[in-house]
């Protein structure tokens, strides 16, 4: 079993930063491939960014030269720093643990998510 706690979420006006950190339970954190997925109302679900432990990451073509996805496997945690952001950067962010499945499916574990909002 394994536990996702994402933290850092908050509201930022447009073009503002924020840090995103997701702290993971159990010992195979360093095997996980780690994504954040964010959900705006009224939305489906979609990956923001995602990195494999191996160390290839993946982002969405929307937050590509803004959003950076990172990991610490000795304190279990991913990040999540955005930068310039949009309006449209607006909603709930959710971590995500997976061994298996591509980006695209809906696997493995989540974290309760945390709220961005963007706006002035």
């Known amino acids: 079993q394994v536990q996702l706690v994402e933290s850092g979420g908050g509201l930022v006006q447009p073009g503002g930063s924020l840090r995103l950190s997701c702290a993971a339970s159990?010992?195979?954190?360093?095997?996980?491939?780690m994504g954040w997925y964010r959900q705006a109302p009224g939305k489906q679900r979609e990956l923001v960014a995602g990195?494999?432990?191996?160390?290839?990451?993946t982002y969405a073509d929307s937050v590509k030269g803004r959003f950076t996805i990172s990991r610490d496997n000795a304190k279990n945690t991913v990040f999540l720093q955005m930068s310039s952001l949009k309006p449209e950067d607006t909603a709930v962010y959710y971590c995500?643990?997976?061994?298996?499945?591509?980006?695209?499916?809906?696997?493995?574990?989540w974290g309760q998510g945390t709220q961005v909002t963007v706006s002035s």
């Open positions: 990195l494999t432990s191996g160390g290839r990451t």
């Open positions: 995500n643990a997976r061994w298996a499945g591509s980006w695209s499916s809906i696997s493995g574990y």
């Open positions: 159990g010992s195979s954190f360093s095997s996980s491939a």
